[in-house]
């Protein structure tokens, strides 16, 4: 299984932006397509943001198309997320994850992603 770890969280003004990263270790990292997720307090977890093995295909939720960008780069085992305009309903704990068996349907919907990192705090104040 693919070994995932988030950096980049923190505390942020409402319109500021933050950088996310995730760094993965243990298996052959062009294997996965990757993903963002997050969860607020007393909410689901939910999707963010997706991106190909190849990088050359990316999907969003509706609620930060226009504001995040998720890239990756194979040669160092990353993917970020970058993160501008933050509103304070962006608030949540935000995972990296990995899927060894992504279709376009299913970057699309976020769904069968089994590879999930601890997760990195983003707080943004009003």
Excluded: H
Aim: proline share 2%; glycine share 12%.
């Amino acid at each position: 299984q693919l070994q995932l770890v988030e950096s980049g969280g923190g505390l942020v003004q409402a319109g500021g932006s933050l950088r996310l990263s995730c760094v993965a270790s243990g298996r052959t990292f062009t294997n996965y397509a990757m993903g963002w997720f997050r969860q607020a307090p007393e909410k689901e977890r939910e999707f963010v943001a997706t991106i190909s093995w190849r990088g050359d295909y990316t999907y969003y939720a509706d609620a930060v198309k226009g504001r995040f960008t998720i890239s990756r780069d194979n040669a160092k085992n990353t993917v970020d997320l970058q993160m501008t305009g933050l509103k304070p309903e962006d608030t949540a704990v935000y995972y990296c994850a990995a899927d060894p068996w992504a279709t376009s349907d299913t970057l699309k919907r976020g769904t069968g992603f089994n590879s999930w990192g601890q997760g990195t705090q983003v707080t943004v104040s009003s």
